[in-house]
Each structure stands twice: as C-alpha cells, then as structure tokens.
C-alpha cells in the first residue's frame, strides 16, 4: 500500500503566478482534505472533497480551489500567488464513511518569491 | 468554534527523562482528540487518539487521556529516547463519524539529548 503521495515535493514560484499541487489518497479512502502549514505552526484546515464535491472549506480565500477526479485523487490550485502562500502544503485522505483517522501524505513545500 | 491550545516549545530533555506536553481544547459537542507527530522533512504521522471522555489512547509508550472536565490531552511519556526528538501536535475533530476535519494546536517541538 502506497499511503497518501503527494507531486511535487518542492515547487518554486513567482508571486503572481498559479500552481497547481496533486493528492493520491491511501487505497480505499475515498475522501480528500488539504492543509496548509506555515513555517513553525500548525496546519490549518483549506477544504475536504469527497463524491467529486466540495464538502467543507476553512477560512481561505476564493484563490485556493480544488478538485477531486474519480479515481479519488484530487488537485489544489492557487491562483494569484502571494508571498505568503508560502507553506507546506499537506494532503489527508480517510474513508467517508468510517470513523477511522486521517493518513497524511510528505507534503508539498511551496515557495512563492 | 473549535481551537487546540499547547504548551509552547521547544522543550529540550535529557534522554530517559519524563516527558509531559500539556493540550487543552474547545470545542462543542464531543470532539476526538489526536497527537500527531512530525519528523523532520515529513508529513504528519497519527501518534494517539481518544475518542470519547476518559479514553486513554496509547502508542510506542506515548499517553494521553481525554479530560472532559479539564478539557484536556496531555502528551506523556515515562522515558523519552533521542529518536523521539520531532514536533508533536494536538489535534480535535468535531466529526462524530465520518472524514474529519482536524483543527490543530501550534505544534511543540521536542529535543532530546543522549
């Protein structure tokens, strides 16, 4: 079993720019949340996809999108980057339907500049 | 809403010293409560979890018990070793059942020294 993977693991953009980052969940999840992670704090909540849905969303700006394919893997996409889109970028996958945990993937460390 | 307060770091131990990381959480409802832990260069690993009041989870040694009268989770460990140096973080979910959605504390980073 795979676990969770994550593409790329580093990614450097300019500020302005669009990104796009990609989640293969765990085999037999079928739902997908995203992170973020800033330098030295906890990750913070972005939005979870299931059913190819949008189901929840934290308190980010209309920048960040997502998708969910359906195979279950799903895709973050921040338009208009700014500086402070810098962070690690942390996928979860768990089953929608059990109560089991999340398994998290390495991340994607994104640099704006 | 829901927020994740932990004893702020770095904490730096001897090895075999005794290990406590206080969490202490609001929430509505019941949420469940997580350690996670962070090596460096890493994703997230699930440490423990407690998902009812009174519910002591465990792992490699870790403690923790969910206090709903203190609303708390504290992190324990009788005899910390160099490889349990890395970030730990508590975490809740609000989910009764299903795909949580964790709100996590800042992270307390843990430095052991043989």
């Known amino acids: 079993d795979a676990g969770v993977t994550q593409s790329p693991t580093h990614l450097i953009k300019t500020r302005g720019q669009q990104v796009t980052l990609r989640c293969s969940p765990k085999?037999?999840?079928?739902?997908v949340s995203w992170y973020q992670q800033a330098l030295g704090q906890g990750p913070q909540f972005i939005f979870q996809?299931?059913?190819?849905?949008?189901?929840q969303r934290g308190n980010f700006p209309d920048r960040f999108s997502g998708h969910q394919f359906p195979n279950y893997s799903s895709e973050l996409n921040v338009n208009a980057l700014l500086l402070g889109d810098s962070a690690l970028y942390l996928c979860?996958?768990?089953?929608?339907?059990?109560?089991?945990?999340?398994?998290f993937g390495q991340g994607t460390r994104l640099t704006v500049v | 809403g829901n927020s994740v307060t932990q004893m702020e770091g770095p904490v730096t131990l001897s090895e075999e010293a005794f290990l406590t990381i206080n969490c202490t959480y609001t929430a509505t409802g019941y949420p469940s409560l997580f350690w996670y832990v962070q090596y460096p260069g890493e994703g997230l690993q699930l440490l423990l979890k407690?998902?009812?009041?009174?519910d002591k989870g465990s792992n490699k040694g870790f403690e923790a018990t969910y206090r709903k009268e203190t609303t708390s989770f504290h992190l324990e460990k009788g005899s910390v070793q160099v490889s349990d140096s890395a970030v730990y973080f508590c975490?809740?979910?609000?989910?009764?059942?299903?795909?949580?959605?964790?709100?996590f504390g800042q992270g307390t980073r843990l430095t052991i020294n043989p």
């Open positions: 979860a996958s768990s089953p929608m339907l059990t109560n089991t945990e999340a398994f």
């Open positions: 085999s037999g999840h079928d739902t």
């Open positions: 407690a998902t009812k009041a009174d």
């Open positions: 996809y299931y059913e190819e849905e949008e189901r």
């Open positions: 975490a809740l979910s609000g989910a009764v059942q299903g795909a949580q959605k964790l709100v």
